[in-house]
């Protein structure tokens, strides 16, 4: 029995091109799939090896994760873990991480096509005319909805040794009033 994928218009099955991250410089190598949600784990797809200071090959020293929001896949809220390598430079010692410009600004927590969601959402919830009720309806919901629609996720709390340390006198200050408030 003859192949017919190429005469239909099929490619390659491939969760890269379904979650539409080709276009981000990102290959999924791997899959997370819970209850409520989707986690996609990805690579940069380009290598990133050449020191930006002195233009030397650089040594791959670890690995980090950066976790982005995505455009959820069947309304699963998407979270993109994408693993950047951190190198140095052999010559110089500059330490630099994958460039993942494509796939998210810097220090984002959206990815590209989240941005492009959150726009999405945002058209649709203000400016429609009321003559068009569902879509009206249909903004105010995703409006409404946003945060589980995108994979917003929490940051981790911090360490109760982490916090700034408030001086004596400030201390004084605030139980004082806090005291003079209760009376």
Not at 45 to 68: K, M, P, Q, S, Y
Not at 82 to 99: F, M, N, P, S, T
Request: include cysteine.
């Amino acid at each position: 029995m003859s192949d017919a994928t190429p005469h239909a218009g099929f490619g390659r099955p491939g969760l890269t091109a379904f979650a539409r991250l080709d276009g981000l410089g990102l290959a999924v190598i791997g899959q997370r799939l819970e209850p409520g949600r989707v986690a996609l784990a990805c690579r940069v797809v380009e290598a990133d090896g050449w020191c930006r200071r002195c233009g030397a090959e650089g040594l791959a020293r670890d690995t980090v994760v950066r976790r982005l929001a995505h455009e959820p896949l069947g309304w699963r809220p998407t979270t993109l873990e994408v693993a950047k390598r951190r190198y140095q430079c052999r010559e110089c010692g500059h330490v630099w991480r994958q460039d993942t410009s494509l796939a998210a600004e810097p220090r984002a927590k959206l990815s590209r096509r989240g941005q492009l969601m959150v726009k999405l959402i945002d058209s649709i919830s203000s400016g429609v005319p009321k003559a068009l009720t569902e879509i009206v309806t249909l903004g105010r919901t995703l409006k409404k909805r946003a945060a589980d629609v995108l994979a917003y996720f929490d940051r981790p709390k911090a360490h109760p040794t982490d916090q700034p340390r408030r001086s004596t006198a400030d201390s004084n200050t605030s139980a004082a009033a806090h005291s003079a408030s209760a009376t």
